[in-house]
């Protein structure tokens, strides 16, 4: 084992980077640890087949930060990190390269723990875990808390609820209009959450398969063309749930709907989008925020995993994104920036205390 090339121009702000390499097994992989400042660096492990190093060196440093601020504005006790491994899943995956990414998590002491991510799955934790403590997302059957898309749906729905408080008054959903863009795991779950409550559905999946699902499982929802059609439709709520970068600048200026709370990572292509959706008198639930209950899911199972208890924590998404509306609109930024003042005012707070010693029981 080895480490490959490294990268010119990493971003300081992190605390560690670190690249790994296992040449039998084909394991390229990089591990971001954004911030230890509220506990060990908790983050899922992306299997992507990167044009280049530099690709994947970019992917590993926004999705870490972004888990610490995540991690942050969830209340939990761990800090930012992310791993990604450099390589198509379909081609590379083993028992051999899953083992040896294992060893290399090991190799840091529980300065990150990792989970699943885009490209890795339950099993492959399981797997990780044979050579490593520091994982979660593992399967039932090991202790672990499963499919955490359960929980992050559950955080979207908490989102908009409280969003719907803050836009007209009345957190119910019953009637509102909501489109979904991407039904697959999130999607699925967070549709079965607004048809309950009486919520009128419209979404759209590049898959066939998980359209098929959809026509199959819940007939009244309407499903359209692509996410062109569904932004431009009539729309109280738009849930990205696919993608990253879904709110640009061709998407922005065309979007109808009043309130954007979905499940998708990085929602905001570039610094500025924000504001535009402001200035257009859309409000904007961040998307870190609301995402959350997948990342408190998987958290659950560092003291031994409880659905209900888990739930429990995800539920008060609701509480949070209230709070974090009423800040935004107290200082007169977009919530975005509120979100992020919010996630660093914690971060720093708390992580101070770890200056004061204090005895080992």
């Not at 300081?12 to 390229?28: A, I, N, Y």
Request: glycine residues 12%; contains cysteine.
């Amino acid at each position: 084992m080895g480490v490959f090339s490294g990268h010119d121009g990493v971003d300081t702000s992190h605390e560690q980077v670190v690249f790994c390499q296992d040449k039998p097994s084909g394991l390229r992989a990089i591990i971001g640890i954004y911030s230890t400042a509220l506990g060990p660096a908790l983050g899922g492990t992306r299997f992507h087949p990167y044009a280049s190093e530099a690709e994947a060196v970019h992917d590993v440093l926004e999705l870490s930060r972004a888990m610490a601020y995540k991690n942050a504005l969830a209340g939990l006790d761990l800090g930012g990190g992310k791993a990604v491994i450099w390589g198509d899943p379909d081609q590379l995956k083993s028992e051999a390269l899953l083992r040896a990414y294992g060893r290399f998590i090991e190799s840091l002491g529980g300065r990150y723990i990792t989970a699943c991510d885009v490209g890795t799955y339950v099993a492959d934790m399981d797997i990780v875990a044979r050579e490593t403590r520091w994982v979660t997302g593992r399967s039932e059957q090991h202790g672990g808390a499963g499919d955490s898309s359960v929980l992050t749906a559950w955080g979207v729905y908490q989102g908009m609820r409280a969003a719907a408080v803050h836009a007209w008054g009345d957190p119910s959903l019953a009637g509102r209009r909501v489109g979904i863009a991407g039904l697959g795991k999130v999607g699925k779950h967070l549709l079965g959450h607004l048809r309950d409550e009486g919520a009128v559905v419209s979404g759209t999946d590049v898959s066939e398969r998980a359209r098929q699902w959809v026509r199959a499982q819940h007939p009244e929802v309407a499903l359209v063309e692509d996410v062109q059609a569904l932004i431009t439709s009539e729309l109280d709520i738009y849930a990205p749930c696919a993608l990253g970068g879904a709110l640009n600048d061709e998407t922005v200026p065309v979007l109808r709907a009043s309130i954007v709370a979905g499940g998708a990572n990085n929602q905001l292509a570039h610094p500025g989008i924000d504001k535009a959706l402001a200035d257009r008198g859309v409000l904007y639930v961040p998307d870190y925020l609301v995402n959350s209950g997948g990342v408190v899911q998987v958290a659950d199972e560092i003291d031994g995993f409880n659905f209900e208890r888990a739930k429990l924590r995800a539920t008060k998404i609701y509480d949070t994104t209230r709070q974090l509306l009423a800040e935004a609109e107290s200082e007169g930024v977009p919530p975005a920036a509120a979100a992020d003042r919010m996630a660093e005012r914690r971060m720093a707070e708390v992580g101070r205390l770890r200056t004061i010693m204090a005895p080992r029981p």
